[in-house]
């Protein structure tokens, strides 16, 4: 008897992992084209931009009262839209996806709800218009996925209990009539939408005002399935979402799950605003687009069009830039996984599905060569993308590699250096000896290989390992000399301009915040950051807490500007720090940048997945 327990038992665990295995196979068949998509194209559009506020805030923060905010429907005339050239431009930009919102907090419907109650644009604004059904049609005779964004909370709907961020209409569980009567609306709501566009993906947003049983997210999710079996959800329905969604700060660390995207906007706003003039550069985008893409995930980028439809030029300008560049790096963008790790190049990186090409993104020119190093498989070929001219390829030995790029190959946002491998990547995991003072500072006889030791240098430091501890080396540099006969003079006078960078200084901040390497002055409230090349725009610190007192250029003292971007009042979040590196200031082999900070060095580096609340 016991025997034929087992038996069962064996059978049922047997059967049930074949069905757990079926399960998660479907799911990452379902996802494959998000996971390959790379880029989509968020759209926040709505009555909010006929004033310029924010989408909904304004009135549950009690900026503006609700009356008011509604009264811009009378001046949402939508009469230039052209819901082809948005999907034109769209596709231009090289997106893969776009997401709409179908409704924000404020309930205002986009399309032809016929949904009990509710407040939509073809009967309540300006435009007498369905505004989703033609942008939804164009995006499907492009062949884009076509996502829609709806949110959970509905602060205008009369049966939802919020109001604003000081009035509740009721309390849920003293009146659950009132909360069903919103339930069934809002069901309601995404049948339509389900069955009239068969979405490849829904975006839901607001969850944190309930809880998943009070939402009845399980019936949702199976309402939408119904329809598409298929169908994408995001994380913000509940926990049990397809993929994460990090907004605004871009990660430090890669996310946990399988598949994520990070929701960025151009400048600080969502919806249009026309007074708020802190865009990004082009060449910004570009680089959170690869930041993104070497840890695996998407960039889903914002515009906010217009309450006339047309989309400012400013956001026009960043998608076509952002064309150009994905549509002559398309190999090193759709269907790429996460990169090898930062101590193998100083760059970020990433690798074709069947790992036997390896691409490095560069955002920065120099005429010293690339390092790669720790490869174990045999190359085959290297070029550069966009460029046929062959890559001069110097082996060092049997794991390391320097790759020579012609000024002419370079890319004036980010240059993509492909590697191609005979077999699957294989990496070495074995660390090469530290940089000795003999290696540094002797004269070799053939190649000169100063910026190579000084990069060697720079990591070595980053990981802890000072070669200048004990020795005579002072914090001005003065009177430095390194003891070996026939000493390099270049490398010398590197060092005592670069003394305090050198003198005492620690191990520098982990991978993700900075991308190359660093160190730390022994009080911790300097921060040094090595810089090769020249940089094609603003290098970045993601992750930092401490506000900057200044920032200076070692051994020059000429101080440099910074902005923070992405800091948003309600997250713990820190922004990305931006430092303006004018090009007359680089130094011939390696650039050294202090950042002084307000105290010892603190730096967030949680995972981010969904946004739980921005209350």
């Not at 880029?39 to 549950?60: C, K, P, R």
């Not at 829904?202 to 998943?212: A, I």
């Not at 430090?252 to 799950?257: D, E, L, S, Y």
């Not at 915040?513 to 911790?524: I, M, P, R």
Request: proline letters at 4%; a neutral charge; charged letters at 25%.
């Amino acid at each position: 008897m016991q025997f034929l327990k087992f038996v069962f038992s064996f059978l049922f665990l047997l059967q049930t992992s074949k069905v757990s295995a079926q399960h998660v196979s479907k799911s990452n068949e379902k996802m494959q084209w998000f996971a390959d998509a790379k880029l989509g194209i968020f759209i926040h559009w709505g009555i909010y931009s006929v004033n310029g506020i924010s989408e909904s805030w304004s009135f549950f923060n009690n900026y503006i009262n609700h009356d008011a905010y509604m009264k811009q429907l009378e001046g949402f005339g939508a009469d230039q839209y052209n819901s082809q050239e948005w999907v034109n431009l769209i596709k231009e930009s090289g997106a893969k996806y776009a997401v709409i919102t179908t409704k924000h907090h404020d309930g205002i419907s986009l399309w032809n709800s016929k949904a009990a109650n509710a407040t939509t644009t073809i009967k309540n604004s300006a435009a007498k218009k369905d505004l989703i059904t033609p942008f939804v049609n164009d995006l499907k005779k492009a062949g884009l996925k076509t996502g829609l964004y709806f949110s959970l909370p509905d602060w205008s709907y009369p049966d939802y209990d919020i109001f604003t961020r000081e009035r509740k209409r009721y309390d849920l569980k003293k009146n659950p009539k009132r909360w069903n009567i919103f339930l069934n609306y809002y069901h309601t709501q995404l049948k339509e939408l389900s069955n009239q566009y068969n979405p490849d993906l829904f975006w839901f947003d607001g969850d944190w005002e309930h809880t998943s049983a009070e939402w009845q997210t399980d019936r949702v999710r199976s309402l939408l399935q119904n329809k598409n079996p298929e169908i994408i959800i995001n994380s913000r329905l509940d926990e049990q979402g397809d993929y994460e969604t990090p907004e605004q700060g871009v990660p430090i660390v890669k996310p946990t799950g399988s598949y994520w995207e990070l929701c960025y906007t151009m400048n600080d706003s969502w919806g249009y605003q026309p007074y708020d003039s802190r865009y990004k550069s082009s060449n910004m985008i570009i680089r959170t687009l690869i930041d993104c893409i070497s840890m695996g995930g998407n960039l889903l980028l914002d515009i906010g069009p217009k309450p006339d439809g047309t989309i400012a030029s400013e956001q026009v300008k960043i998608l076509k830039d952002l064309g150009r560049w994905t549509n002559k790096h398309a190999d090193a963008i759709y269907g790429t996984t996460a990169g090898i790790p930062k101590k193998h190049v100083n760059a970020k990186t990433a690798l074709s599905k069947d790992k036997k090409q390896l691409y490095i993104y560069l955002d920065f020119k120099t005429t010293h060569g690339i390092v790669l190093s720790g490869i174990k498989s045999k190359i085959k070929k290297v070029d550069v993308l966009g460029n046929d001219a062959p890559v001069e390829t110097t082996k060092l030995n049997d794991t390391d590699y320097i790759f020579d790029i012609k000024e002419e190959q370079f890319d004036k946002d980010a240059t993509v250096l492909r590697v191609t491998f005979s077999g699957e990547i294989q990496l070495s995991e074995e660390k090469d000896e530290p940089i000795s003072f003999q290696t540094l500072f002797e004269v070799t006889p053939a190649t000169d290989f100063t910026n190579l030791n000084l990069s060697t240098l720079s990591s070595n430091l980053n990981d802890g390992i000072n070669i200048f501890d004990n020795t005579n080396l002072a914090a001005d540099g003065k009177d430095f000399k390194s003891g070996i006969k026939n000493s390099k003079k270049s490398i010398n006078e590197w060092v005592i301009k670069n003394a305090e960078a050198l003198y005492k200084t620690k191990a520098g901040i982990p991978t993700g915040h900075y991308q190359g390497n660093t160190v730390l002055s022994a009080d911790k409230q300097t921060l040094y950051l090595f810089l090769e090349g020249e940089p094609t725009g603003p290098i970045s610190i993601k992750g930092l807490e401490n506000r900057i007192s200044r920032i200076r250029v070692v051994g020059q003292g000429t101080m440099l500007n910074h902005e923070i971007y992405n800091k948003l009042y309600w997250s713990k979040i820190p922004g990305i720090v931006y430092i303006d590196i004018p090009k007359e200031i680089l130094d011939t082999h390696l650039t050294v940048i202090a950042v002084l900070l307000d105290g010892p060095l603190k730096l967030y580096r949680g995972n981010v997945g969904a946004i739980e609340s921005n209350l």
